[in-house]
């Protein structure tokens, strides 16, 4: 018998090559960050469940999960709206994994592991929005997409969750994707191209931006 | 051609999908062939206001239920579909 070790890899270590891209001679204009290792579990209120669910959630993480297309930080997670009666929970550390989830919500929902099936992309920089917009339909400018802001959406023909973080330090806002998987590489490459007229500047990092 | 998703917001085409006529209910088990034919392939080619079911796959993955004007394109009403719609397909 085969014995297998299952080592958990990022779907982006073959595409993302650190380092400085694109246009040269320009402070890079574009900041991509890979967030690797992360607990991402998927909870869908099972049907006619939506009011439990919600309650559960609350007595969980303290704050309502979200109901319409928001990103909620609670003090160790992001609840991350999804679509109707369901969101993510995305946390580091093993602090909300499968294991502690169903037993606070499975009497009102469905709730299914997606930490490897997933990358998190990170974008920022002072042309990350010019650069997301070339690939977005939807309205990326501060006022239509405030801090706290999801989507799901599309981004080159790719299902996609989009949210807008906290800003950085010196300001520059912060956009969140999360992509499947599988899909993550073609994603990936796409924005490299979108992005190198403006000089890219890429990365990986264990921390939340 | 934009459709405003109840949940999304406004949204393009591209993340939709068409699925068709959102009128034909789905006939009994003690139903007629006649009936069951009708219901399986006879559409109507609407020109103006239809009622219809669209996905918003590339979005939050609900069915909605469409009020098109099938002449001018204009949409008058996009609700939920509730579940109707991925019944309809089988899912």
Redesign the interface.
Known sequence: MAEFSWVSRSPLEQGLVTGVHGARGIKAGVLLTEIRNFDLIQVMARRGKGVQMASAAEARFGVAAPDVPKAIQTADASLIWSGPDQYFVLSKGSKHTMDTLTRALSQSASLSDQSHARALIGVSGTKARAMLAKLSSIDLHPQALPIGTAAATSIDHTSVNLWRGNDRPDGQAVFNLLVFATFAESLWHTMLDAAAEYGVDIRHSEEFA | MRIVCP???E??L??FTYLGDAKPVRPAASASEDEVFDYVYLRDNVAGQMSEYWYH??????WLKVTRNTLTHEISAVE?AA?VGARKVGA
Do not use: D, K, L, Y
Not at chain 2, 57 to 62: I, L, N, Q, T
């Open positions: 949940f999304c917001g949204r393009e591209g993340e796959g590339g979005g939050c993955r609900a939920p579940g």
